[in-house]
């Protein structure tokens, strides 16, 4: 199989994993599912970087990078849903405002899913998936292909992307239960601190 073809093969996936999120967009794992598709294209495209012209890169990057926006909020929603019920489940406590804090997660998250069905959105999302389908048909590569360069390159990009993000989801996730549960500060920053800690020697081994 040819570059190329791996390249169309998983646009193709994405056409499929964004029918299946309009069929049941109420299902977490759609959403998750789409993203993973379109971040896989984005991997693609940038391990090619260096085979390819910068316009046709950047145009390439942005187009899946608008197109993977449109589901960023209700995904960040998801994610924080199922970390404040893993803390619900451990933590249980008699009037606390898990209830109340739940109810307003879910109202979010049906707002979120909402406007990326709306008409406007879906006119936007298919013209970005049009655009990109019309760029990989006519996509050329300038040069050699040096995988074990680019691979030893972008491994080492994701490593530190990877730190970054994590970190940042951690601040996020206890601001949560800072502003919504009866929780310490104390116990909170501690906990941050230890998750931190074990993240940089993880990722340093």
């Known amino acids: 199989m040819s570059v190329k073809e791996v390249l169309q093969q998983q646009y193709h996936q994405i056409q499929i994993e964004w ?11 759609r959403v998750h599912d789409l993203r993973v598709s379109i971040r896989t294209l984005r991997g693609l495209i940038k ?14 990057n942005t187009d899946l990078g608008e197109f993977a926006q449109h589901f ?20 249980p406590e008699n009037g606390s405002n898990y209830p109340e804090l739940f109810k307003q997660l879910q109202h979010r998250r ?23 389908n019309t760029t990989l048909k006519d996509l050329k590569f300038e040069g050699k292909i040096d995988q074990g360069n680019m691979m030893a390159k972008e491994f080492k990009h994701r ?6 993000n994590i970190i940042i989801w951690i601040f996020k996730t206890m601001s949560v239960f ?6 310490p500060k ?20």
């Open 186 to 205: 104390r116990y909170v920053i501690q906990r941050l601190i230890l998750q931190i800690m074990c993240l940089r020697k993880n990722t340093s081994e």
């Open 19 to 29: 029918l299946r999120y309009q069929n049941n967009p109420y299902e977490v794992a």
């Open 72 to 91: 960023s909020d209700l995904r960040d929603l998801d994610v924080l849903i199922a970390k404040v019920g893993e803390y619900a489940y451990q933590y």
């Open 47 to 60: 391990f090619l970087k260096p085979a390819l012209s910068i316009s046709i890169y950047n145009q390439l």
């Open 159 to 164: 490593d530190r992307k990877l730190m970054s």
């Open 178 to 183: 800072i502003m919504y549960v009866n929780v």
């Open 110 to 132: 049906t707002e979120k899913m909402v406007q990326t069905l709306n008409k406007e959105s879906q006119v936007i999302i298919e013209k970005y998936l049009d655009k990109v």
